[in-house]
């Protein structure tokens, strides 16, 4: 048992060895974005790149998102409802984020990214007055934008 592990260490050894010629370590990605440091090269995966880069817009403010709240303004099957609420309720409150998504068989219209129930209320109070009873806070993963870098 003993000599079988060895055996394979000793050939992983070997392998490791032959794949590091000249101080260049052969990655299997070639077509990826290359690294010069210290005399290794390294090929990296393009995906790679993508996924470790952190997201920021424009004032350097950094974007995470988090677990808050968004007021649900309209749950139904017409997709052509749901668009005109959402440019309605764009053209009353500018400033709040609108958000569309379907979730079979119902479209859903939600404003807002609220970090607490009381920060949704008062915009609940002004929905409710556009559009009836039937907008609501709901639970969401919100986009945060306050966290600077």
């Known amino acids: 048992m003993k000599a079988s592990f060895h055996i394979v260490v000793l050939s992983f050894l070997m392998l490791f060895v032959a794949a590091n010629v ?5 990655r299997p990605y070639p077509q990826g974005e290359d690294t010069v ?11 790679l790149a993508i996924v470790t880069k952190k ?3 424009k004032s350097g403010v950094g974007i995470y998102s988090g677990k808050g709240y968004r007021v649900q303004i309209y749950n139904g099957p017409s997709r052509n409802k749901a668009n005109e609420i959402k440019v309605d309720f764009m053209q009353h409150f500018p400033g709040i984020h609108m958000y569309l998504t379907y979730v079979s068989p119902h479209f859903r219209v939600k404003a807002g990214d609220f ?20 907008c609501m806070i709901v639970p969401d993963i919100i986009t945060i934008h306050a966290v600077k870098q």
């Open 115 to 134: 970090r607490t129930r009381d920060d949704a209320a008062g915009t609940l109070r002004e929905a409710v007055d556009l559009y009836g009873n039937s």
């Open 22 to 26: 000249d101080g260049q370590i052969v």
């Open 55 to 57: 997201r920021k817009n």
């Open 37 to 47: 440091h210290k005399n290794t090269v390294l090929h990296a995966d393009p995906r």
